[in-house]
């Protein structure tokens, strides 16, 4: 149906989720998300093909993944988060400092009203 | 919800347990954060990306919801009582346990919902709203304006047609059933559910035509 595809070599990711029409399925937003995003840093020249190839494949076959394959995408951030991280674009606190912000934002934000990580009443 | 000892508009009790980010959601925001800031990536070229996924993202569990309306009575009217009950008996359950009610389209009336800011919106029922749909002014626009909204949105409605506006709520969302498209009494619940898009199901279009299947 939809004809205006991301012609991303990132859609051949080891294990990706597919459609029967090819197209990567998302079971949540954030994961659409996170394919995007690493489709933008791959387009940019941030990572080459086989550095994410690498990173997501260290994640996907480490022990303890769920067997339905659930966590795939979770699998996907961490990839990414450690690329980023060894890439020295930002460091591991803090990536977990922000993630805490946005969490903390999330909860202090009222219904009807956007997300923002400036409702984070820590700051 | 146990906090809400009274009856109340909505508007001026706790307002704890509106937002919640998992914690991948909340991982993700903060990876797009520093990547912003870094200028690495854009916001927007994210959402063109994402949108151009739009229709893969969750299971627009709400379309099966719709097709089963149109053909059991029965469902329907549980539908039009209990929403939340009717999608429950499907399996299917939202992940914040969403309180849903079904507002249904007739000759006369149609129905927009509006309010997709927050993490409220019931996604796993609807599908991902449109990028245009989260934007503050669309909001506004909505409430003061549908009609005009609608037209914009390519679906113009007679001026005999009442438009009544839902916003929902921190404890209630909405799902839109559209009128069963003309020609489709020999059609299935499945290839009816293909008719109902996430437009139909928020109110900004209507249930496909047959035809436009083909």
Known sequence: ???CKVASPLVASAELPKS????????EPWQA???A???????????????WAEALSAELYKPGRKADASDYFDCWVAALSRLVTELSIVSGGE???????????AEATPHGHPILIENDPLR | MSKHHHGHDHHDHDHHHDNHFTDMEA????????????????????????????TKIGPRNGARVVAKAWVDPEFADLLKRDATAAIASLGYTGRQGEHM??????????????CTLCSCYPWSVLGLPPVWYKAPPYRSRAVIDPRGVLAEFGLTLSDETRIRVWDSTAELRYLVVPERPAGTD?????????????????????????????
């Open chain 1, 1 to 3: 149906m939809n004809t």
């Open chain 2, 27 to 54: 991982r993700v925001k903060a990876l797009e954060t520093v990547l912003t800031e870094k200028g690495l990536i854009d916001p927007a070229a994210i959402d063109a990306i994402v949108e151009t996924y739009e």
């Open chain 1, 37 to 51: 995003m690493t489709v933008r840093l791959h387009e940019k020249g941030v990572f080459s093909w086989p550095e």
């Open chain 1, 95 to 105: 990536l977990e400092h922000l993630t805490e912000r946005w969490q903390r934002a």
């Open chain 1, 20 to 27: 029967p029409e090819g197209d990567p399925v998302f079971a």
């Open chain 2, 101 to 114: 009610r079904a507002v249904f389209n007739t000759a006369d009336t149609h129905n927009l919902v509006v």
């Open chain 2, 186 to 214: 020999g059609l299935g619940e499945e290839q009816l559910a293909d008719l109902v898009t996430r437009d139909a199901m928020i109110g900004t279009g209507l249930a496909l035509s047959v035809e436009a299947l083909r």
């Open chain 1, 33 to 35: 998300s996170a394919f």
